[in-house]
């Protein structure tokens, strides 16, 4: 597996099932945004190994993008890119020796992540007719009646949005279709009340994977999948052997980093909330490299 052109780790097919993902809970886990938390699975078929893709996010074989659920067979030297990871397939009997311990980086850097733009809405456009649909219910005599037809169009211009919202009441609940007054009410069903200054698409977000987010509750992953969702950017959380439950989480300084919508004390807030109660943090901002 090689990430920004360095091998970072080499793994041993000696299972028949191998899941990729964001998570930890994968066999193979990619800790990058654009990495779904079940992106691919390998699996050993016939004494060969093939690749799915499992339609969560994007997935690329000698540069052809996979679709979805449709199983593709390892050849030998099959290069597999998903995100900024790349994977290359070497079949062997003998075990491959695990590559060093990469030297750690001199300077620090964040990834930020990206956000979709904040969904379009669509009003609905009043109909106008000259009478009201209501009179194909009735006896053909009252459709002769000019006046009966507009007096109905009243009642069905109130009650039909009423019903189609009805008939489309899922749309509500969905992260990405609900309304956007309607986001921090979602929010609050999990006890995940977002900021009320995050934009559109962060809150989208931080609803879609308000299960995960509660899943992972109170690991060093769920805390680093939190602050991304809250800041914008990928932090670095460091854990001391020597210092049991003291973690130190760096991230940039919102100001020089260009962070509008978040600022230090949000910051605070964000990572107080959602770290354990027994866990002794620092949180450590850092200062955007000075220009040349």
């Known amino acids: 597996m090689q990430y920004q052109g360095e091998t970072v780790r080499v793994l041993n097919l000696e299972m028949s099932l191998l899941s990729v993902g964001r998570t930890p809970d994968n066999g193979l886990a990619l800790r990058d945004p654009s990495v779904a938390i079940r992106h691919a699975e390998v699996r050993l078929l016939s004494g060969q190994f093939v690749i799915t893709d499992l339609g969560n996010g994007e997935t690329y074989m000698a540069g052809r993008r996979l679709m979805p659920f449709q199983p593709q067979v390892l050849a030998e030297g099959t290069l597999i890119q998903i995100g900024p990871y790349v994977l290359a397939y070497a079949p062997g009997e003998d075990a491959l020796p695990e590559p060093p311990e990469p030297e750690p980086l001199p300077e620090l850097t964040f990834t930020a992540l990206p956000l979709a733009p904040a969904r379009t809405p669509w009003p609905a456009k009043p109909e106008t007719k000259p009478a009201s649909a209501y009179l194909d219910y009735l006896p053909a005599l009252f459709t002769e009646s000019d006046f009966l037809g507009r007096y109905l169009l009243i009642f069905e211009t109130l009650w039909e949005p009423l019903q189609r919202r009805q008939e489309h009441i899922e749309m509500y609940f969905a992260p990405g279709t609900a309304p956007a007054e309607l986001l921090d009410w979602l929010s609050s069903w999990l006890g995940l009340a977002p900021d009320p200054h995050w934009p559109e698409s962060r809150k989208r977000l931080w609803v879609r994977e308000a299960m995960s987010l509660l899943r992972w509750r109170g ?24 210092r049991p439950y003291h973690v130190r989480v760096l991230l940039p300084d919102p100001e020089p980093a260009g962070l509008t919508d978040v600022t230090r004390d949000s910051a605070r807030q964000l990572v107080a909330r959602h770290m354990p109660a027994h866990v002794v943090y620092e949180i450590v901002f850092v200062p955007a490299p000075a220009a040349d």
């Open 219 to 242: 690991t060093p992953y769920g805390l680093r999948r939190i602050v991304e969702l809250g800041c914008g950017v990928t932090p670095q959380i460091e854990e001391d052997p020597a």
